[in-house]
Nanobody, 125 residues
């Protein structure tokens, strides 16, 4: 069983930065692809970014490319999302997700088996 806990959300202004963290339990963290998704009120869950188990491969949604950076520290069982140049449309609950071991990165929720409860990010204009 894998437990994921997000942190780092908050209320910021347009153009500000935030760094989200996702701490994972278990000993298979480095074998799992990880992803960030977000969900705004009244909208479907949306892919943000994903990273392979080793960290060598990353993939971003077009809406965040060039502004967000996904990374991981396998020694700390933690994944990060550095968010720069934040916009009001980035406002959402951000969830981290973990795949089954040795699965490839995915931009679809069905590619992930474990989910965190989420952290709220609010960007005011």
């Amino acid at each position: 069983q894998v437990q994921l806990v997000e942190s780092g959300g908050g209320l910021v202004q347009t153009g500000d930065s935030l760094r989200l963290s996702c701490a994972s339990s278990g000993r298979t963290f480095s074998a799992r692809a990880m992803g960030w998704f977000r969900q705004a009120p009244g909208k479907e869950r949306e892919f943000v970014a994903a990273i392979s188990g080793s960290g060598s491969s990353t993939y971003y949604a077009d809406s965040v490319k060039g502004r967000f950076t996904i990374s991981r520290d396998n020694a700390k069982n933690t994944m990060y999302l550095q968010m720069n140049s934040l916009k009001p449309e980035d406002t959402a609950v951000y969830h981290c997700a973990a795949s089954k071991p040795l699965y490839s990165i995915s931009d679809h929720p069905t590619g992930y088996d474990y989910w965190g409860q989420g952290t709220q990010v609010t960007v005011s204009s």
